[in-house]
């Protein structure tokens, strides 16, 4: 989860990426950082790919994904979390925070502005623009030797009918 100011509160962007293509399978944006805005991570997840049933969730040790509500989601469709039995292992989310940085840079503060001159409104919708269509689709990924994310899914699932 990471969080924005924006000039009338706070926006929080909750995602759930692939780690094979960094595709972003499941994104929520809200006013708050309750266990809710996971939960919604998770069922927007759910609705893009109906079988993530078995799939493994990865995420600090927050009390948003330690909650009962959160738990319950995961349970009700069948993954199963993964988390770090300690605090203090930065290294485990440092991919989704990576890719944090990197949106907050290149949507703000590369280009001179600031999260701080919009309502709650518009990062919201420049955010989900960001993950749900410029980074799934075209956006260069050195991690996928360069191919955006839908695209390096597209090739896998093209050899895997081939291979079958």
Known sequence: MSE???KNGNVYVSAIFDCFDLMPLGLAIEDNMKASICCHTIENARKAYPDIKGCIIHSDRGSQYTSIEYRA???KYGIIQSMNSAGGRCHDNARCESMWARMKEELFF???????NYTMAEPKTIIWRCYMSYWANRRICTANAGLPPAVKRKQYYQRAGIAA
């Not at 590369?110 to 701080?116: P, Q, V």
């Open 73 to 75: 989601k995961l349970q």
């Open 4 to 6: 924005l100011k924006a």
């Open 110 to 116: 590369s280009r001179g502005d600031r999260s701080e």
